[in-house]
Every structure is written in structure tokens, then in C-alpha cells.
């Protein structure tokens, strides 16, 4: 399996557009996981998903942020206006456990936002 | 208020030396913890877990304490290698506010010297 991909690798785009990220978990998997990751706050969980289902959004940090799956093969994260403080690598994990949170989550290289 | 944290954010070993990576909690509830490591412009990488009924938990050349009495985690990892060089995350499951959250602590930084 190729594990988790993330597209793009790299995103430089300029305050107030829109920006949009690209996951596809691995096959099989059935609960995907959005984290984002900056110097200051460390790794945050901002979504997660089971079955394609929204299960705690409670991490998205605006109402700028929004997540979808769907389908079990593919998920977006948006942001909508993008901000400068928006600028961070966001990951993309999945992982199949009966018990969501628990087990191993398989992360994907993830993507490096730079809002300018 | 609550929270996962490390008592070092970096450490430095020597090739073939045993290390240990520290980790406390502030929540009694917590009842499961993972170890990750993540690689200079990687996604972290999971290492190993432990339920909060167990102690101890080994894996291939790592070793997961729990200390409930003193809500302290730590990682030891054996015979360290240069490719153990990495920062090295512990996570707790707790709940919050009524919701299951993942939440994980700010990394330690591992450095092996040759």
C-alpha cells in the first residue's frame, strides 16, 4: 500500500483565498484524522472522522475550517478565507480500530501551508 | 488546567546508549497513551501504546512505563541507534467536556551522538 497521501506537499497562497486540502487514507481504513502542527501549539487533532461520518469537530479552529469525506477513499479540509496565522502543516492520518482513538494511526507527510 | 507535557525538550545520547523520554499528565481519567516519533519533515510515526490497566508494555528495543501514582509515562529506548534521533510525542486519550480527545504533548527533541 502507498499509505496515507497528501496533496498538495507544499501551498503558498496569499490572505483571504481559499485553500484546500487534499487526503486519501489507506484502503481499508475506517477512521481518517485531520492534525495540525505549528512551532508554537504543537500537534493538534481538528477533525476526525469514522466511516465517512464527522464524529468531534470540536478542534476546528473556525468556522473558516471545514472537513468532508465523501467517501472512505478521500477527504478535504478547507479553509475559507485563509489567514497568515492559518500557516502550518496539516496532516492527514487513518487507521482501523474498533475503538476510534485508540491503536495506530498512520500519518501522512502532510502539507506545508504558507499563508503570506 | 489540564494538560500532557514533557519534563526535557531535548536530549542527548550516545550511540548505544539506553535513553529515556519523559512524559507527564495531569489527568486521573486518562486510560490510554501512545508514544510517537517524528522524522525531520515527516508525519510522526506511532511507537507503541499502553492501556491504563498495564504498567509496562515492550516493544522491539522500546519499553513504555506507566506510573498512575504519579501520572508519569516514559519511553526507554535501548541500544539507541542514529536513526532514533527524532522528536518523540506522547498522546493521551481523555475525555473532554463530554468528548473522547486525543491530545498530545509539545515533543521531545532526541539527538544521537556518534
Known amino acids: 500500500d502507498a499509505g496515507v497521501i497528501q496533496s498538495p506537499r507544499h501551498e503558498v497562497t496569499e490572505m483571504g483565498q481559499e485553500v484546500t486540502l487534499r487526503c486519501k487514507p489507506i484502503?481499508?481504513?475506517?477512521?481518517l484524522f485531520w492534525y495540525r502542527q505549528t512551532m508554537m501549539r504543537g500537534l493538534e487533532l481538528l477533525i476526525y472522522?469514522?466511516?465517512?461520518?464527522?464524529?468531534?469537530d470540536s478542534g476546528m479552529p473556525e468556522d473558516r475550517f471545514s472537513a468532508k469525506m465523501p467517501n472512505a477513499s478521500f477527504s478535504t479540509l478547507k479553509i475559507q478565507p485563509s489567514e497568515p496565522r492559518d500557516s502550518a502543516v496539516y496532516f492527514c492520518?487513518?487507521?482501523?480500530?474498533?475503538?476510534?482513538?485508540?491503536?495506530?494511526?498512520?500519518f501522512g507527510p502532510g502539507t506545508r501551508l504558507t499563508v503570506t | 488546567g489540564e494538560s500532557v507535557g514533557l519534563h526535557l525538550p531535548t536530549l542527548s545520547v550516545q550511540e548505544g546508549d539506553n535513553s529515556i523520554i519523559n512524559c507527564a499528565y495531569s489527568?486521573?481519567?486518562?486510560?490510554?497513551f501512545i508514544w510517537y516519533k517524528q522524522e525531520s519533515g515527516k508525519g510522526p510515526q506511532f511507537i507503541i501504546d499502553?492501556?491504563?490497566?498495564?504498567d509496562k508494555r515492550q516493544g522491539q528495543r522500546v519499553t513504555v512505563l506507566l506510573n498512575k501514582t504519579v501520572k508519569h509515562l516514559s519511553l526507554q529506548i535501548a541500544a539507541t541507534q542514529p536513526g532514533d534521533s527524532a522528536v518523540y510525542f506522547c498522546?493521551?486519550?481523555?475525555?473532554?467536556?463530554?468528548?473522547?480527545?486525543?491530545?498530545f504533548g509539545q515533543g521531545t527533541r532526541l539527538t544521537i551522538n556518534p
Open positions: 492520518a487513518s487507521s482501523f480500530d474498533p475503538d476510534i482513538l485508540r491503536g495506530e494511526q498512520y
Open positions: 484502503s481499508g481504513h475506517n477512521s
Open positions: 472522522f469514522n466511516n465517512n461520518v464527522p464524529i468531534d
Open positions: 489527568n486521573s481519567a486518562s486510560d490510554y
Open positions: 499502553i492501556r491504563s490497566n498495564m
Open positions: 498522546a493521551e486519550k481523555r475525555r473532554i467536556q463530554g468528548a473522547q480527545k486525543l491530545v
